[in-house]
């Protein structure tokens, strides 16, 4: 069988480089190097582009993974900003929940992280709460002066529900993760059934309820041991394939 093909949402950023500070469309080989350990192919989608340029690229592939970035625009959702919010754009929301709605009509797997699952429960009725941190809290507080390697290196439990997906793909129903985000899920979108919790109670992991395969998590597998990240990415190019 050929190699899936998994389209990848790049984060659209402006970043320092020789020629001065540029708008960038950048992707972590964390997330490429997970896709191509699992046996699937894959490639970026740059961000930004118009909401009708979603069809036609989520017929190119065979999945999709929507990956982290910044926060999403309250706008997007029916709420009002706080200050916690930043880097927001309207822009790269709409064409992010067009390609869910696009994979979803298709019936084409989605694997949705950290960003991707706000974005996956925004894309289907959703909201957020624009702020879950707190010092000394499950979900500590994230500032421009975290120290990168401490960031990296905390983890918190979360439960899986024992009829979950994730349950199922890890034969476990405690995890530990990573806690690289400050937003969280909200009211829970109508068509998502929960399947993970952190203990303060925020939803850390969500599925389709349905046929469609789509489940979002909200740490980042991918920056974990290849123990933790090869049986999803795994589960998620089965579901590819078994389509």
Not at 80 to 91: A, I, K, R
Not at 149 to 172: F, T
Not at 198 to 221: F, K, M, N, T, Y
């Amino acid at each position: 069988m050929n190699r899936p093909i998994v389209g990848i949402t790049a984060w659209r950023r402006r970043l320092d480089t020789f020629l001065g500070r540029e708008l960038l469309q950048t992707l972590s080989t964390y997330y490429s190097d997970a896709v191509i350990e699992a046996g699937m192919t894959p490639v970026m989608f740059p961000n930004g582009q118009s909401p009708e340029e979603a069809e036609h690229l989520v017929a190119m592939v065979d999945g999709l993974v929507i990956s982290g970035g910044d926060d999403i625009s309250p706008a997007t959702y029916g709420a009002e900003t706080s200050e916690s919010v930043s880097g927001d754009d309207q822009s790269v929301d709409a064409f992010e929940v067009a390609l869910v709605q696009a994979a979803k009509s298709a019936g084409k797997p989605v694997l949705a992280i950290c960003r991707g699952i706000q974005l996956l429960n925004v894309a289907l009725g959703g909201t957020l709460s624009q702020d879950v941190t707190a010092p000394g809290a499950v979900h500590e507080l994230i500032t421009s002066e975290s120290d990168p390697a401490d960031l990296s290196a905390r983890r918190h439990a979360i439960h899986l529900e024992g009829d979950s997906v994730l349950s199922g793909i890890y034969g476990a129903t405690e995890l530990k993760v990573n806690t690289l985000h400050h937003q969280g899920v909200n009211q829970l979108a109508d068509d998502l059934i929960i399947d993970g919790r952190a203990p303060d109670g925020l939803i850390e992991a969500a599925r389709c309820d349905g046929s469609w395969w789509a489940l979002g998590v909200q740490w980042h597998p991918e920056r974990m041991e290849s123990s933790d990240h090869n049986p999803l990415f795994g589960a998620f190019r089965d579901a590819i394939q078994a389509r």
